[in-house]
């Protein structure tokens, strides 16, 4: 399965975008998908994650801002970024795990080996 987002760019801090992670195939139901970002010097960051069951998990820095959503129908997936922050500046990838690593304290392991990956999209927010 290949993914691919879309819906990053430049906004100002305060601001807000949605980005998307669309599948070119089908996600299986059994899958947990996420996104990570990495800033440049950064090491890649677990952001968001959500699991078969739609249970989510946030990083600490984005909790009550962001928000995770699937839609199996459409085999697409969402983050919501709202308040957005100058620290949220980074390339955001959109991963796609199938099981054992489908779990919300399995997702952040396997790195880019594991899964389907996106070619990450540049969020940029200036303060």
């Known amino acids: 399965v290949q993914l691919v987002e879309s819906g990053g760019g430049l906004v100002q801090a305060g601001g807000s975008l949605r980005l998307s992670c669309a599948a070119s195939g089908t996600i299986e139901s059994d899958n947990a998908m996420g996104w990570f970002r990495q800033a440049p010097g950064e090491e890649r960051e677990l952001v968001a994650i959500i699991d078969s069951r739609d249970r989510t998990y946030y990083v600490d820095s984005v909790k009550g801002r962001f928000t995770i959503s699937r839609d199996n129908a459409k085999n697409v997936f969402y983050l919501q970024m709202n308040s957005l922050k100058s620290e949220d500046t980074a390339m955001y990838y959109c991963?796609?795990?199938?099981?054992?690593?489908?779990?919300?304290?399995?997702?952040?392991?396997?790195?880019?080996?594991?899964?389907?990956w996106g070619q990450g999209i540049q969020v940029t927010v200036s303060s």
């Open positions: 991963v796609a795990k199938p099981p054992p690593y489908a779990q919300i304290a399995t997702f952040r392991f396997g790195g880019t080996k594991v899964g389907s």
